[in-house]
């Protein structure tokens, strides 16, 4: 077996610490290749998909997984294209995300107001910081109606 090179062992400590996309890794390794020769990044981060340290999978399933305690799935699925993620892998998660969409609204509404709004202008901020944590307005609805239902 050969010795890691610099660069395989800095990605390999990314990598440790918390699941990366391709491009995120190949964006924080660039600035650390650059004395390097063309290409070798990009063998690097081919060699780490071949041994299973680099996955895109494990990475979309770790970011839904962390960050659906604070966020909606349009914020979720907004962080995932901006990760450089492949659609087809956001597509597939979707489904999962929208299932729990309404049960982690809820919980974000409770922590955060755990009482309806009685005022236009409380509930428009109310409306205002869902949509702001990447909830539609169907689920925010959904979430101001159950809160109504349950304060009567």
């Keep these: 077996m050969s010795p890691l090179t610099p660069l395989e062992t800095r990605a390999l400590r990314m990598l440790a610490r918390r699941e990366h996309s391709r491009r995120e890794l190949e964006q924080k390794?660039?600035?650390?290749?650059?004395?390097?020769?063309?290409?070798?990044?990009?063998?690097?981060l081919d060699k780490l998909e071949q041994k299973g340290f680099l996955s895109e999978q494990r990475a979309v399933?770790?970011?839904?997984r962390t960050r659906r305690a604070r966020f909606g799935s349009h914020r979720i699925v907004h962080e995932l294209k901006a990760k450089g993620i492949d659609s087809h892998l956001i597509d597939n998660i979707l489904p999962?995300?929208?299932q729990t969409e309404l049960e982690a609204a809820l919980n974000i509404w409770r922590k955060k107001f755990d009482h309806p709004s009685v005022s236009k202008e409380e509930r428009g901020k109310q409306v205002w910081f869902?949509?702001?944590?990447?909830?539609?307005m169907e689920t925010i609805q959904q979430v101001l109606a159950q809160a109504d239902e349950e304060s009567t």
């Design 29 to 44: 390794l660039s600035v650390h290749a650059e004395s390097c020769e063309t290409g070798v990044l990009a063998s690097v």
């Design 61 to 64: 399933e770790q970011i839904a």
């Design 96 to 98: 999962t995300l929208k």
């Design 130 to 136: 869902m949509m702001n944590r990447g909830f539609s």
